[in-house]
């Protein structure tokens, strides 16, 4: 497990997860634990794919479920400043004098 998977946490990563959660892993700590469990950092992940909620999470890594990277992205970055105006826009005039 690294910083960027995508996981799918049930029941068999923790009993914490009675409802399957999908997250991001921002990293993995270093925390002295039980043998088999780990801490995570990550981002927890609404059903569009944006993250929702940032959490800490204690799991058995070899129970969780590698989701597959999606072909496309999620979602895109807004475009810049200074981009062509609109078809059919007019200039605004100030009213300041």
Same mark, same amino acid.
């Given at each position: !497990?690294?910083?960027?998977? !995508? ?10 997860? !009675? ?79």
């Amino acid at each position: !497990m690294k910083t960027g998977d !995508m996981l799918r946490l049930d029941r068999a990563a923790s009993v914490q997860f !009675m409802h399957p959660i999908t997250v991001r892993v921002i990293r993995v700590l270093d925390w002295i634990t039980y043998d088999g469990w780990a801490w995570i950092d990550c981002y927890q992940l609404g059903p569009n794919g944006d993250a929702v909620a940032r959490r800490s999470l204690f799991i058995q890594p070899a129970q969780v479920q590698y989701v597959p990277p999606s072909p496309f992205p999620v979602c895109q970055a807004p475009r810049k400043a200074g981009r062509a105006p609109l078809r059919g826009a007019r200039p605004v005039r100030s009213t300041a004098s």
